[in-house]
Structure formats: structure tokens, C-alpha cells
């Protein structure tokens, strides 16, 4: 649906700020499967923004290394598969840390009620993920 207040506002990128950037770099790349879209910087300065597959960028920052501080605010970054349970072994083989296994969570919400299948996992900088697909809305 629409944003009938700012046209066009959809979707763009979330921002992730690595522990070891290349490490982050690999992991989101070769391990998730997202795509190289450009970088620019250096150093502690260097910054990549990957391709999901869907046009949703994450934007990979350098600069955290020694910074163990977690953004209070942040819960986790979300992305929806067609398999949740593929999408989270893929993860534990390329080198995330298992936080919660998928499972099936009816939600009981108002006015549309959800049947999801969620997993969470921890990628290389501590950050939580999650794997969503919505089963069912009615």
C-alpha cells in the first residue's frame, strides 16, 4: 500500500557498523548471498552497500573495531525468505551464532491475523537477524 503522505518513501537500506568489516564484508556476501553494489572510503572510513536481492541495500560500515557498544534502540534486522529454515542454516554455515531455531509463531493480531515462521541467529559483529515469511494472513 501506498504512502498517501510521501510519495514514493518505501524501503532503502538499514545500516550496520561491523566489529571487523571484511570479516562482516565475507560473511553478508559469500555467506548470505547478498551483492557487492558499491563502497567508497577507506580504512575506518570504508563503507559497502550490499544488495539483498530486492533492491533493499544493507550499508556495511568500518569503525567499530574496539567499540563493544550496542545501539539501544536496535532490535534486529529483518529479512524475509521463502525458506526460513534454509535461510538459517545457510547462516549457521557461513558463521552465524544461533540465537533462536526456526519455528512457526501464530500472531493473534488485530484487524489481520499472522501465522509467520521466523529464526534468529547473531552475524559476525553481534548483530540479530532474523529470517521472516509470513504463512499466512487472514
Given amino acids: 500500500m501506498a504512502n498517501e503522505i510521501i510519495k514514493g518513501m518505501g524501503f532503502h537500506h538499514v545500516a550496520l557498523k561491523a566489529l571487523d568489516f571484511e570479516a562482516a564484508l565475507k560473511f553478508y556476501t ?16 570504508k563503507i559497502a552497500m550490499l544488495d539483498l536481492g530486492d533492491g533493499g541495500i544493507l550499508e556495511l560500515f568500518a569503525g ?13 534486522f529483518a529479512m524475509k525468505v521463502d525458506d526460513v529454515d534454509a535461510a538459517y542454516e545457510t547462516a ?12 512457526v509463531v501464530p500472531v493473534h493480531s488485530s484487524p489481520v491475523d499472522l501465522t509467520l515462521n521466523c529464526a534468529f541467529v547473531y ?15 487472514k
Fill in 30 to 45: 559469500e555467506g548470505l548471498g547478498m551483492k557487492f553494489y558499491t563502497s567508497w572510503g577507506e580504512g575506518e572510513k
Fill in 92 to 103: 549457521l554455515k557461513a558463521g552465524a551464532t544461533p540465537k533462536m531455531a526456526p519455528k
Fill in 64 to 76: 567499530a573495531e574496539g567499540d563493544e557498544s550496542i545501539n539501544n534502540r536496535y532490535i534486529h
Fill in 123 to 137: 552475524g559476525p559483529s553481534g548483530e540479530e537477524l532474523e529470517f521472516f515469511r509470513i504463512l499466512e494472513a
